[in-house]
């Protein structure tokens, strides 16, 4: 593996930097503070080339590949995680599924348009009753003489309440289990679809999070990613993109919390001197260092994979388990490095800490991924009774 980054890789690695603290870093802590989900600065982000980065030209997307990609989700994730939720979501899970999974007109008609953030989409997986255990969805769908009636439910979904289109997984025959889930692009512009925002988060809060009701909601006949029974590996391949997306960001909130750390301390005067001359300190700085740059090479060497079509499933989730893990506790020693101006919103460390603390839950707990780890290493489904 080459740790020299392309001089291609380095400009959109520095437009993308200074475009997050020219325009993101700027807005976050505003919208964090009224739980605003901020449509002007995701046009703006659209209009980068950010939403689809991975989508080849040809269907509007930007054409980076994942190393690429995973550089400017770092650069938004150290600016603002809200903003970054949206890219993982349009990117890594809506328009990946679609690139992988999807027929040549669906391919034309979607992407181009979630590409240019004319659209958002969402991903309809996880339900009031099914978290980690994905393959047991609840909600159903029955085939009808115009294509197929959707009931059911879905929670803790981004961008539920401005999606335009949403990849909604349901049962078609529960007697097949996992065999019987399919994947459905469904027009969220209907009746049926009653999108319903969550409020009172503890991070995250200019993101937009909601509850879904599919009451009767109508998908054509061809609205349908993949075949019946495909609807599980579609899940899985966009969350092997989607945990490579939130441990980059996370990467990105690692960075944020080394620099704001430093930062602080070098300003930061106690008992006449900085405080960035004491030996602890220097000691909590050197461990945000560390876990940054441990989860960037877990993230780039998933990256590499990716990018030359190698099995990665096993990598991502190492990189995501640990991302996260080790942002959770860049933040957590950030604020103890800043002590109490650590504890107001005055320094993003704090957001940081709120922001991060999904990252371990979302897209895969990171007692899931020990588990697909486990199962790599030992051969044995853990999750299977024995
Ligand atoms: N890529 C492609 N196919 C995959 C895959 C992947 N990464 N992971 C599993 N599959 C396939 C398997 O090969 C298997 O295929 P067959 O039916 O042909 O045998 C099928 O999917 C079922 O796989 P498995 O037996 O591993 O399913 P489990 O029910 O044991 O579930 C876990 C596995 C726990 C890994 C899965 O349910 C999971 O990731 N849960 C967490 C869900 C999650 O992240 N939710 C967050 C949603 S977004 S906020």
Redesign the pocket.
Known sequence: MDFELTDEQRLVQETARSFTDNEVVERARENDRNEHFDLELVGQIANQGYLGAIVPREYGGAGLDYLTYGLVVEEIGRGCSAMRTVISVQTS?VCSSILRWGTEEQKLHYLPKLCSGEWLGC?G??EPDT?????NQRTRARRTDSGWVINGAKM?I?LANHARVALIFAQTDPKKG??GLACFLVDADQPGFQPQPIHHKMGLRGSDTGAISLDDCHAAGDAMLGEIGDG??I???A??S??YSVAAGCVGICQGCLEASVNYSKDRVQFGRPIASFQLVQEMITDIKLHTDAARMLVWRAATLKDTGKPN?TETSIAKLYATEAAVHCADTAIQVHGGSGYVDDYPVERYYRDVRVTT?????SQ?QK??IG?ALTGV?A??PA
Not at 131 to 135: E, R
Not at 361 to 365: D, F
């Open positions: 899970r991903f997986l996880t978290g980690s255990d994905a393959a803790f981004s996992h065999r599980f590996k899940a899985m391949t969350l092997d989607g945990r499933t839950l979302y897209e895969g707990t899931i588990l697909i199962r489904n999750l299977v």
